[in-house]
């Protein structure tokens, strides 16, 4: 089946509406509570599926989506959460349990309008309530069940500092089946699969390989010159909750091809728009001096838009575009991870 303009076009809808809305005043945030669930097991119509008896959780982080008026979201669990938390978490339901907390993103406004004091306050809050909800959930949920991390954009960013933080080298690594951190540039050094970001969480290179990271931003074209993805970033991003993340020039971006582990070789990619399985997309991994990024081709892909504009690739697509693949991938991780 070849992807269609409309199926895509309703994919977007609510997204361009959201960009367009977050150039409005802004309103105070919320004050801080204890945790809220958008997707947890059992509860009435949960975005992510609801199920309750799948054999290893998904802890799933949301990207920017909030149409809020502050710097800072609050905690409501809004249309524009539901939709997005549907459209990118909803397919994995049929493979992990998966809980999605909510938290003070940095809104969209503030991402395409941001205060005169910059948002590193606001991101220090929105990684603060990830952190404090991976803590109720090992706590109070987990059972010491295996757990694949998925997060796109600044949910991405958000579980590069969590598993930095609160996960590598700790104990609770070994209940890592894998993450998925799509859409937000994560570092390894030069030529490296392991370091950077992580000191022991290394890139996937089998599909049945545990502990290991997928990542990739997707593009239709080649990136520009000031493409927001698939560069290391040469000066420091410092925050006072999430620490010090890798740059320089010794740093470069992890692109691993899910329908191609090992090889990041050109493959058949499969997406999933609007809970349709579409084919005629292919794609692999760019390397050397230019951004390394999910260059994604065939009949197909002349059909996705940039927005907002060729910077940002297809970046809200990411996980749509091969979302069988990693659907599939983490039904095998499943296994292994109970195989072992």
Known sequence: MTLRFPAVAALLGGTVLALIAAFAVAAPAAAETSTVWLCRPGQAGDPCGGRTDAPIDCFYVYPTASLEQATNADFD???????????????????????????????????????????????????QDIENAWDDYLANHNDARGVVLIGHSQGTRMLRSLIRNRIDGKPVQAQLVSALLIGGDVLVPKGATVGGDFASVPACTDAEQLGCVIAYSSFTRTPPA?????????????????????????????CTNPASLRDNADAPIHAIVEGREIDGLDAHCTGGDAPHVLQVGGVAAALLPALPDQTWGTHLLDINLAQQDLVHLVAGQSVAYRRR
């Open 77 to 127: 669990t809004s249309a524009e959460l539901r939709a997005v938390a549907r459209a990118q978490a909803g397919p994995f339901g049929a493979q992990c349990t998966v809980w999605a907390p909510v938290y003070r993103q940095v809104t969209l406004r503030a991402l395409f309008n941001p205060p005169a004091e910059g948002v590193g306050a606001a991101r220090d809050l929105a990684y």
């Open 226 to 254: 000031n493409t927001h993805f698939g560069r290391a970033p040469q000066s420091p991003d410092i925050s006072e909750v999430r620490g010090t993340l890798p740059y320089g020039p010794g740093y470069e971006v992890l």
